[in-house]
Structures are given as structure tokens and as C-alpha cells.
């Protein structure tokens, strides 16, 4: 293998792959970076046992040419250590070859350094995965629903599928859910499939889905998603992003969902949000971050009391349709979902005050949150 | 155990890199076993502590209803009427009580500990009850 490449260029190749790369790994191949020259095309592979990222630099970009391979080829290469050497080499152009036995010299400015690579059929082959159940949709959408569904999963790994979202397809339209069973997001969308393909219960880890996001972060293409087997592939011209799916069935959702609400509040949302923010300095070390909400005409009260610290009393200016209503939650779940709405004002609708209540952007109707009160006896 | 010094030791000062590699490797192999037993052990622990706490909990509560057995022995027997119609809401107010003392009775965790706070799918259960 022989070739010559921007600097540049191959820092964010590199950058990418090596957010799959493992540290700790029990199979220490996977500690490398893979490296495929081809013709006209090099291809760099991270992998770790849950996910592997892909990334093609393709031998001329906006017309301007970047990659120049004299021998095909391809090695192993030590990842971390590759990754921190590239970003610090000298010069603009990087001259790489991989010569008798795996040894790697590389070359930069006046730098040269040796490396130990290690044989590239070592290196576990990718999943080949039958492209029958594909849909596309923007990647700025898909790192929309990855910021408004993945803050609500649960963090505790013991949880099984609830540490992921869920995927479901049907009729073009996507649903994702998220829940930690005490509180649920839910969004929806219209993406780019076939009429008639439908997913069930494909549950994509939450760690993999921020990875997704942050893979996809300066795409503005269209991702292709590949359900198959146990993996989802997310594919763009130049980047294939693999994850495992979690295993298990994903309990139905729908019935915990309220269909009707005897309680309904509409406000502003950046200025609950904010309230909700000041109320929840006084509640946030205790063990439940429990604020409390008095809902009568036109207002919301919004109080917080905490023993060793003091308290607090506010109130927000609100459209209230309904009787009064006193309840209580956790201030936490309230702000992480306030801050993934984007819309002007908010509609919450309550049915109890031991019963879970919905909260809603009241412009659009794909996107819903829902939240278990606190029982107080 | 004691662990030979790689350059000195029984190798005499000599380096000789098979047996310090063999040693090395050894020593690997034990520490992954010793991690392994660490993680049994911390799970054991995790299984003890839950145990403990489901059994103050059990506890408490047959302390509170052993006063209240005691307490209406002494007042008069007056509750028999009228039970037939509360058999349907028995079983209702068993999970409830459950629910009450920190389990889950939601079909996803059903009889596990509810650890932090209220669980979505077992007040969707607890509503569907109330309403029927």
C-alpha cells in the first residue's frame, strides 16, 4: 500500500472512525483503525462490539483532488495512537506506506515515523446486511428526533430495552418512542420509504443513537437507514454507521398515553421553562427534584420547598380551561423536555393529579412528552 | 503469591523476554479472573441489598397490620355485611396496596422493587382498574 493524502482531509476521517473505536476491548484487533486503499477510494473502519463507523474519502472532492494511491492495499493501524499522530503531523501532505510485514512509515513535512500495524485479514469483516428494509429521511431530522427522543431513556443498564428507542414504521410514517417509565417522549415524522414496509420493535440503543447524531453532525444529505437482523445501518454517500439493536419486545406505549384531559394549560414555553429552572434550584439536591403546581384561572403557581434550604413561589401568566388542580413531579423530567421543544408556545393537558400528563407544542401534533406526578400522601 | 521480579529474580538478571512474556501473560490471566470474580461478587452484593430492603419493607408492614389486627380484635365484630360485592375489587385493592409499598405491578416489571419514584405503565393500569 502506497499513497499520499491532504492532512486534513484524513484528521476527519479519522476523527470519525475513531468514535467506535474501543479502548477496552477483549478482542485487541479492535483497538485499530482498518485502512483499504483502493483505486480511487480509501476507506477507514472503527469498530467496537456495538458499533462500527465507516468513512470513504474518495479520491477528488468539490474538483479538487485530495487522494493519491500509488499501491492498493490495506493494514491495521494502533487507533488511538494513529489518530493523536495525524493531528499533530507538520506538513499539508501526509505520505503513507505500508511496507514488509505490516510496518507503516509515514511521512509529513520533515516528521517520519514507524509504526507496527497488524495484518488487515485479522480484522472482523463487516455485517453483510440484505437491503430489503430501507427509509431515508434528512439528516438534519435524524439528529432532530435523536434530540428530542434520547434524553429520555434509561440510564441504568440493567433496564434492557428501555435503554433505547424505539423505531416503528408503518406506511411511511416514523414513530420514535423513548421512556425511563417515568417519563415518555414521543415524536413522529413522514420519511422517504416504501409504501408498503413496516417495522416492528427495532430498538436502537440510546448510546448509539448520540454516537448517530454526532456522526451525522455536518451531513446535509439524505441518510439511508438499513434494518437487518440485529443491526441498523445508516448510510450516506461517503459514511456507514453500524449499531447493534437491543433485544427484547418494547412494551406497548399507547396505552399509557391519556386520550382526554379535564385540565388544560396553554403558555409560553421559554418563560415556563425558566420558571420551572428557578423552581427546581431549590428542589434539585433532593432525591426526587419534587416541584409543586397550583393551576387555577389564567395562572400557574409554582412553588418548591426544600428543609435544609428554603423555598420558593412563582407565577406564570397562563390560558387555563378546567377546575383548579394541585400536583407535584420531578422538576427534571419537566426541563429536559421543555428544552427539546422549539415551538413558541406549549399546551399541557392533566387529567389528575395521580395520573400522567401530556405536554404538547401547540403548532404541531408530531411531537409529544408525557409525565408520571409524584403521588404525595 | 509472590511474583518473581521480570529482570532479576529466578531469572538471574538475565532477560529472558519468553519467560518474562509467559509470566506477564499469567499474570493477565489471573487478573481477568480476579475481575471476573470481583463482578460476581458485586452482583451478589446488589442481590443482598435488594433483599434487604424488600424485607424491611415486608416487615414494616406486617408490623403495622399486626397493630391493626390486634386493635380491631378489640373493638366488635361488625364487618361481615355486604362483602360479596367488595370480591371484585379485592384483588384491585391487593395491587394497589402493592403498588403502595414500592413494587411494580405493571405487566413490564411486574413484582420487581420500584426504585426511584412512579412508573408509567403501572398507573395506566392503576386508571384502567379505577374506571372498570
New interface residues.
Given amino acids: 500500500m502506497k499513497l499520499r493524502i491532504l492532512q486534513s482531509v484524513l484528521v476527519d476521517a479519522v476523527s470519525q472512525v475513531t468514535k467506535a473505536v474501543s479502548t477496552r476491548t477483549t478482542i485487541p484487533i479492535l483497538t485499530g483503525i482498518k485502512v483499504t486503499a483502493e483505486e480511487d477510494q480509501l476507506i477507514l473502519t472503527g469498530s467496537n462490539s456495538d458499533m462500527t463507523i465507516e468513512t470513504k474519502i474518495p479520491r477528488v472532492k468539490d474538483e479538487k483532488e485530495q487522494l493519491f494511491v500509488e499501491k492498493i492495499g490495506s493494514v491495521v493501524v494502533p487507533g488511538k495512537i494513529f489518530a493523536e499522530i495525524v493531528r499533530k503531523l507538520p506538513g499539508n501532505e501526509v505520505e503513507w506506506i505500508v511496507g514488509e510485514r505490516n510496518g507503516i512509515t509515514i511521512r509529513s513535512g520533515k516528521a517520519e515515523f514507524q509504526l507496527h500495524g497488524l495484518p488487515s485479514e485479522e480484522y472482523p469483516s463487516l455485517p453483510q446486511l440484505y437491503e430489503e428494509q430501507v427509509f431515508s429521511l434528512s439528516a438534519d431530522l435524524l439528529r432532530t428526533l435523536v434530540r428530542k427522543t434520547s434524553f429520555a431513556v434509561a440510564v441504568n443498564e440493567a433496564r434492557g430495552v428501555f435503554t433505547g428507542v424505539l423505531f416503528q414504521l408503518e406506511e411511511g410514517l416514523l414513530t420514535c418512542v423513548a421512556t425511563d417509565s417515568h417519563r415518555l417522549s414521543r415524536q413522529k415524522t413522514q420519511v422517504e420509504s416504501l409504501p408498503d414496509l413496516q417495522l416492528n420493535n427495532v430498538i436502537i440503543p440510546g448510546k448509539s443513537m448520540s454516537e448517530l447524531a454526532k456522526t451525522f453532525a455536518d451531513e446535509t444529505e439524505l441518510v439511508d437507514l438499513v434494518v437487518a437482523g440485529n443491526q441498523l445501518l445508516a448510510r450516506t454517500k461517503h459514511l456507514s454507521f453500524y449499531t447493534r439493536l437491543l433485544e427484547g419486545s418494547y412494551p406497548d406505549t399507547n396505552r399509557v398515553i391519556p386520550q382526554t384531559g379535564d385540565v388544560e394549560v396553554t403558555t409560553k414555553t421559554k418563560e415556563l421553562l425558566q420558571s420551572v429552572e428557578r423552581a427546581s434550584l431549590i428542589s434539585r439536591d433532593g432525591r426526587d427534584n419534587v416541584i409543586k403546581w397550583t393551576v387555577s384561572d389564567n395562572q400557574v403557581q409554582i412553588t418548591s420547598a426544600s428543609q435544609e434550604i428554603g423555598s420558593v413561589v412563582e407565577e406564570i401568566q397562563a390560558d387555563v380551561k378546567g377546575p383548579s388542580l394541585t400536583i407535584s413531579f420531578n422538576a427534571r423530567y419537566m426541563i429536559e423536555a421543555l428544552r427539546t421543544i422549539d415551538s413558541e408556545e406549549i399546551h399541557i393537558q392533566f387529567t389528575g393529579s395521580m395520573t400522567p400528563f401530556l405536554m404538547q407544542p401547540t403548532d404541531r401534533n408530531d411531537s409529544l412528552h408525557l409525565i408520571v406526578p409524584i403521588r404525595t400522601r | 503469591m509472590s511474583i518473581p521480579h521480570p529482570l532479576k529474580g529466578e531469572w538471574g538478571g538475565d532477560l529472558d523476554k519468553q519467560a518474562v512474556f509467559k509470566r506477564v501473560a499469567q499474570v493477565e490471566e489471573q487478573i481477568g479472573e480476579l475481575y471476573k470474580e470481583l463482578g460476581g461478587l458485586k452482583s451478589e452484593i446488589v442481590h443482598l441489598m435488594e433483599e434487604n430492603t424488600r424485607l424491611t419493607l415486608e416487615n414494616d408492614q406486617l408490623r403495622k397490620l399486626q397493630q391493626e389486627v390486634s386493635g380491631e380484635n378489640a373493638s366488635t365484630y361488625s364487618g361481615e355485611v355486604g362483602q360479596t360485592t367488595l370480591h371484585q375489587s379485592i384483588g384491585n385493592h391487593h395491587l394497589m396496596n402493592l403498588y ?1 409499598e414500592g413494587f411494580h405491578i405493571c ?3 411486574y413484582g420487581r422493587m420500584r426504585t ?6 403501572c ?2 393500569f392503576l ?2 382498574t379505577k374506571e372498570d
Fill in positions: 403502595d405487566n413490564v416489571h426511584d419514584g412512579n412508573c408509567l405503565f398507573v395506566a386508571d384502567k
